[in-house]
């Protein structure tokens, strides 16, 4: 049954913020999976990706994601590859709506450029590797229900009356279910 909203896109897309406000909004539970991995863990990701490697975390981010989706109804979101996977893709598809934050290079950069705490990015080009790995994922982002543009123009609070907008266009009943 498809309960589940699950917001998916970039780094610095907006996720866990435009998550957070539609959970607020909707009195919804709001949950994120990279902070449930963390929570799991013990760890921080920037820790479990030094320690353990890519690999191992993707491996705990498909096994949080299959059981958070299978709990209550949630707004979830996702860290950027998450989407990437097949397998992570088909449980999204079967138990939610998925919501594309669609955002350019320029605003991701400007949003990330400043935080270490994304270790794909810890690299002697982050900015290069940000474009890389935006040209590499938008055509899997595309596969979402729903694509809402996030732009630096659009404010936490717009984006999120967009998303609420596109949602409730695409299918009202979803929530319903959440509240
Ligand atoms: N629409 C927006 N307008 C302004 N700042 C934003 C917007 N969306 C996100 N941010 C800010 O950008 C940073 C990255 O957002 P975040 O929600 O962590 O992105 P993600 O979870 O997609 O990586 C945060 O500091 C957040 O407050
Ligand atoms: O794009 C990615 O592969 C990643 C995005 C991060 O989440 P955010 O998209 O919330 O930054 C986090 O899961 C990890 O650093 C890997
Ligand atoms: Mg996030």
Redesign the pocket.
């Known amino acids: 049954m498809r309960r589940n909203i699950v917001?998916i896109?970039?780094?610095?897309?907006?996720?866990?913020?435009?998550?957070?406000e539609l959970a607020r909004r909707l009195s919804a539970p709001f949950i994120?999976i990279?902070a449930e991995i963390e929570r799991a863990a013990a760890m921080t990701i920037p820790e479990i990706f030094a320690r353990d490697g890519e690999p191992f975390f993707r491996a705990r981010e498909s096994e949080v994601l299959a059981r958070v989706l299978a709990g209550q109804p949630a707004i979830v979101?996702t860290?950027?590859g998450a989407w990437m996977r097949q397998e992570n893709r088909e449980r999204i598809s079967a138990q939610g709506v998925s919501v594309w934050?669609d955002?350019d290079l320029e605003?991701l950069w400007h949003?990330?450029k400043l935080?270490p705490t994304?270790p794909l990015l810890q690299t002697a080009d982050p900015r290069g590797t940000l474009e890389r790995l935006l040209n590499e994922r938008n055509p899997v982002y595309a596969l979402a229900d729903i694509r809402v543009p996030?732009?630096?123009g659009?404010?936490?609070d717009?984006?999120t009356t967009r998303v609420q907008e596109a949602i409730k266009a695409y299918d009202p009943e979803i929530l319903e279910k959440l509240s």
Do not use: E, F, H
């Open positions: 917001l896109g970039m780094m610095g897309a907006g996720k866990t913020a435009i998550g957070t994120d990279d979101s860290g950027g934050l955002c605003t949003r990330v935080r994304r996030a732009t630096r659009c404010s936490i717009a984006t």
